[in-house]
Every structure is written in C-alpha cells, then in structure tokens.
C-alpha cells in the first residue's frame, strides 16, 4: 500500500513566481488536506478538500493561495507569486470515507525555499 | 477544541518504556484524544485515538483517566527510531482539522 505521495520533496522558488505542489492520496482515501509548518513552528491547518470540493479553507490566507482535488489525479496546492516568507513544509494528508475524520495520515512533505 | 498541556521535553532509556503524559482538563463528552508524532524533516504520524476506554496498537497503549481529564501514551520498548516530537490532540470535529501545540519532544537514548 502507497502512503500519501507529494511531490516534488524540495522546490526553490525565487521571489513572484508560482509554487505547485502536489499530492496523491492513499488508495481509498477520499478526504485530503494541507498542513503548513514555518521553521521553528508548529503544524497549521490549511485546508480540507473532497474530490471537486473545498470543505474548510479556514487555514488558507486570504490571497495568492489556492488548492483543488479534481475528479481525476492529485490534489494541487498553489501559491502565486511567492515571497519568502512563504519558505516552509507543506505537508498533505490523507483519510478514508468514514469516521473518526481526524485519523489522517501524512505525506512525507514538500520542502518550499523562496530565494 | 479543548487545549492539551503535554510536558515540553522528556528523556527515556532504549528498551524502557516510555510514557507520555497530556492533560486535556476540559475535554468535552464527544471529544476524541488522538496522538501523533513527528520524527525530524518526516510528516507526522498517527499513532493511536481513544475516547473512553484504553486502546492498543501494534504501536503504542493509550490510558485515559476515567474522568477523562488526562491520558498517557505509552510506547512500551522505547527504541532510538522512536526519537519524536510528540502530540496530544483533542479534537471532535470531523474536519481533519488538527491544532497541532508545541508537543513533547522524547528523546530515546542508548
């Protein structure tokens, strides 16, 4: 069984242009979500998608970020125009159909450096 | 979600075992207790959740107090892989929304 996939592990960005990330769910999940860790901090909720859905964007900022899950392949987060300060990991979760909700299962993460 | 309070920092010898206090004082009646860990540069882990009784895993035991005030994880023969920054979460919302604290870093040592 695959876990959660993301890639790419490491990208660097330099300042204003765009950051894709990906993520493949584990086979069967259908709830994935985003996690964002600064340097030096702690996991921060992002958002929380379905397929073709956004459930709770609540952890997004307000501008220049975006996430989808489409019908068919990987989940997309992505960041406009980025500035440094948006240098952190972004970890991707995943869960299956079901309850309790909150057994999530991570990604390896991807590693954003903005020079 | 109810706060959790979990010690900053713990050391534990290889092959004891390891036990991981959370106090969750105001824990509400439908609110799980989940643990996670997180090993340096990896995502985190699930490691196990509980709501009443006590849960084991091929990883770890989970106790929670009959008040349901507090719990401890428990890994039962510590290794150095085991080396993690551990979380406390109390959560009953079906989100997947987690508010990851500062957690408590253990440190398995030879």
């Known amino acids: 069984n695959a876990g959660v996939m993301q890639n790419p592990r490491h990208l660097v960005r330099r300042r204003g242009q765009e950051a894709r990330l990906r993520c493949s769910p584990m086979k069967g999940h259908s709830h994935v979500y985003w996690y964002r860790q600064l340097p030096e901090e702690g996991l921060k909720f992002m958002v929380y998608?379905?397929?073709?859905?956004?459930?709770?964007e609540s952890g997004m900022p307000k501008e220049r970020f975006s996430a989808e899950f489409p019908k068919e392949g990987p989940s997309i987060l992505r960041i406009q125009q980025v500035v440094r300060g948006d240098s952190a990991a972004y970890f991707c979760a995943s869960s299956p159909p079901g309850r309790p909700v909150n057994t999530i299962y991570f990604g390896e993460g991807s590693w954003l450096t903005v020079v | 979600d109810a706060k959790t309070t979990q010690p900053t920092s713990m050391d534990c010898a290889e092959g004891r075992a390891a036990n991981l206090p959370c106090n969750h004082s105001t824990i509400s009646g439908n609110e799980y207790v989940y643990w996670y860990r997180q090993i340096h540069s990896q995502g985190p882990q699930y490691i196990i959740h509980g709501l009443k009784n006590n849960e084991t895993n091929e990883m770890a035991s989970l106790i929670i107090t009959e008040d349901r005030k507090s719990s401890t994880l428990i890994l039962p023969h510590a290794t150095l892989r085991d080396t993690a920054v551990y979380y406390c979460?109390?959560?009953?919302?079906?989100?997947?929304?987690?508010?990851f604290g500062q957690g408590t870093t253990l440190q398995v040592k030879p």
């Open positions: 998608l379905q397929k073709e859905n956004i459930i709770d």
């Open positions: 979460i109390v959560s009953s919302s079906n989100t997947g929304k987690l508010i």
